[in-house]
């Protein structure tokens, strides 16, 4: 696969209370703040190795200083996303990707399961469908991509529910939309995922809380 595949992540600047908030809720700020750092590195360094365009996209209202150093250095291209809610905000990106190049894929930087393997056959899956959705065990997706245009399948949907997926497929149903479903995977939203995350990778450096 050339290089006309664009690799979008979303990505929130690493500021404490801002993200994980969920998570933070049950382990403390200072902790979610710790494991999302890591899952944003992990999640750059994974793209670093696709062979793809890769393009960071922070919400528009985050300082970028902190995401633009990490980006530095690693052949990617930051962007600031549009305001709205999520569906808003992954059209808009999705849009603005098809411009650099007929194939692109987006994902968040908080699923600790992507190789570069997996984000790989995702591009090339685009190849032989208009669109490409990765489902994630609690409902949602963790990628989203799409080829030529951009259907709309961003509207109406229950953003952070366990419905997301399921009424993602009802609208690319709707809409006439050739889809590809990958094999399920999982992020890092809750206490229990971030167990299921320590148990599959026990030397994770901890956080110091203090």
């Known amino acids: 696969m050339s290089a006309d595949l ?3 992540i979303f990505a929130k600047a690493p500021v404490l209370g801002r993200v994980k908030t969920r998570l ?3 382990i403390g700020a200072v902790a979610a703040l710790h494991w999302y750092r890591i899952l944003v590195h ?3 360094m994974i793209a670093a190795r696709v062979p793809a365009q890769v ?3 922070c919400p528009y209202e985050d300082d970028p200083f902190e ?3 990490l980006v530095d250095g690693l052949g990617m291209t930051f962007y600031q996303q549009c305001s709205g809610d999520l569906g808003r905000r992954m059209e808009f990106a999705l849009q603005a990707g098809l411009r650099f190049g007929p194939r692109v894929l ?6 600790p399961v ?3 393997e997996a984000l790989t056959s995702a591009g090339q899956a685009l190849s032989a469908a208009s669109m490409v959705l990765v489902p994630a065990d609690d409902g949602g997706y963790v990628g989203i991509g799409v080829s030529e245009s951009v259907p709309p399948v961003f509207e109406g949907v229950s953003w952070s529910s366990a419905l997301v997926t399921s009424q993602t497929r009802r609208l690319m149903a709707q809409a006439g939309v050739d889809w590809l479903e990958l094999p399920t995977l ?3 939203d809750r206490p229990d995922d971030l167990d299921r995350w320590l148990k599959a990778e026990p030397n994770l450096p901890r956080p110091i809380v203090g």
Do not use: K, M, N, Y
């Not at 987006?106 to 699923?111: E, M, P, S, T």
């Open 114 to 116: 992507w190789t570069p």
């Open 67 to 69: 995401l633009e150093q």
């Open 106 to 111: 987006l994902i968040g930087a908080d699923c």
């Open 42 to 44: 992990r999640t750059l």
């Open 6 to 8: 664009v690799l979008q």
């Open 186 to 188: 999982w992020d890092v």
């Open 55 to 57: 393009q960071v996209w």
């Open 24 to 26: 933070g809720r049950e």
